[in-house]
């Protein structure tokens, strides 16, 4: 996509941060290419656009394993099945790849600090996580969450993460933390991020069509932080012709995931979205002291808390196969 199809915003920035969700097509499992794309999308949204911050999809990196409901994705020992998972995770990288640093290097350039969704290569190199990757324009990748739980048919692609990327991170005046998808249901992990004095949380989702506009609402108004909500979209002109199951897949539809953008103000306000099946950039201005404000009657984990009756612990440990 060229960059006259992406939206201009349309609020001021006086006094304001901008944020950037980029609803975008990735080139499916196709890293170097979507690598590109990726970098191309992120000047737009800091040159064009004026962000300050942006975010990408759930596996952006170089896309969702969406053929699993589609085609009988548990067959066991189903030759076809095998060969998908064979492309996907010859579509993955790994966390420390030249992907990733060419993408902080942009980062750099654009002071631009940017949330990655990519396909993380296990330490066997056969194996994939769901991860998210935190990059700061100055001090680069800070943090690489592996998706907790895999949800459903996921975990027939997906390996199980770790607490270890469970980490909220200071940028520009705010605490910044992120979760992948379904994880932005679990309690405990949003609680893990409140405790940490997140003010803008990133939650990242393949598409979720219904599902997303009601979590993000419920994020900003239970941590009375700025949630800002990230989907891709793709359609079945985007499945290469190499891809072992596209036949069956394009069988089903041909709209597989339709973005579902949003961004909402800690008061539960809906600034933007959502928007659906179309590549575009979603701004957003965030306001600091609105944050301040709507935590006069609630903070979650400051005095609205009771740590002295619940405690919550997170192993941030890294788990790895050996030690």
Not at 217 to 233: H, K, M, P
């Amino acid at each position: 996509a060229t960059a006259s199809q992406y939206a201009d915003p349309q609020s001021t920035r006086e006094g304001k941060v901008r944020v950037a969700a980029i609803q975008s097509a990735p080139v499916f499992l196709d890293a170097e290419a979507t690598t590109d794309k990726a970098i191309e999308l992120m000047r737009h949204a800091a040159t064009s656009g004026g962000a300050e911050l942006c975010a990408f999809g759930e596996t952006y990196l170089s896309g969702y394993p969406l053929w699993l409901s589609a085609t009988g994705g548990a067959k066991f020992n189903d030759p076809e099945q095998k060969a998908a998972y064979a492309a996907y995770v010859r579509g993955s990288i790994r966390a420390d790849g030249p992907e990733l640093a060419a993408i902080a290097e942009a980062a750099q350039e654009l002071g631009l600090f940017t949330y990655m969704g990519f396909i993380e290569q296990a330490t066997t190199g056969t194996s994939v996580y769901a991860s998210l990757a935190a990059i700061h324009p100055d001090d680069g990748i800070l943090s690489i969450h592996r998706k907790l739980r895999p949800t459903y048919e996921e975990r027939l692609v997906w390996a199980q993460g770790d607490g270890h990327g469970l980490q909220v991170h200071d940028w520009n005046g705010y605490r910044v933390g992120g979760l992948n998808c379904w994880e932005n249901w679990m309690p405990l992990a949003r609680y893990s991020m409140y405790a940490q004095g997140e003010q803008l949380h990133v939650a990242t989702w393949p598409a979720s069509p219904g599902i997303t506009k009601d979590i993000t609402r419920f994020i900003a108004r239970e941590g009375r932080v700025y949630c800002l909500s990230v989907g891709s979209v793709l359609t079945a002109a985007d499945i290469p012709t190499s891809f072992p199951l596209r036949d069956q897949l394009l069988a089903t539809g041909e709209q597989f995931l339709t973005g579902e953008s949003m961004i909402v103000a800690p008061d539960g306000e809906t600034l933007v979205g959502p928007v659906k099946n179309t590549e575009t950039i979603v701004y957003g201005d965030l306001d600091a002291d609105l944050i301040l404000r709507e935590r006069q009657n609630f903070d979650p984990a400051g005095h609205y808390s009771r740590p002295d009756v619940f405690r919550v612990m997170v192993n941030k440990a890294r788990q790895e196969p050996i030690e």
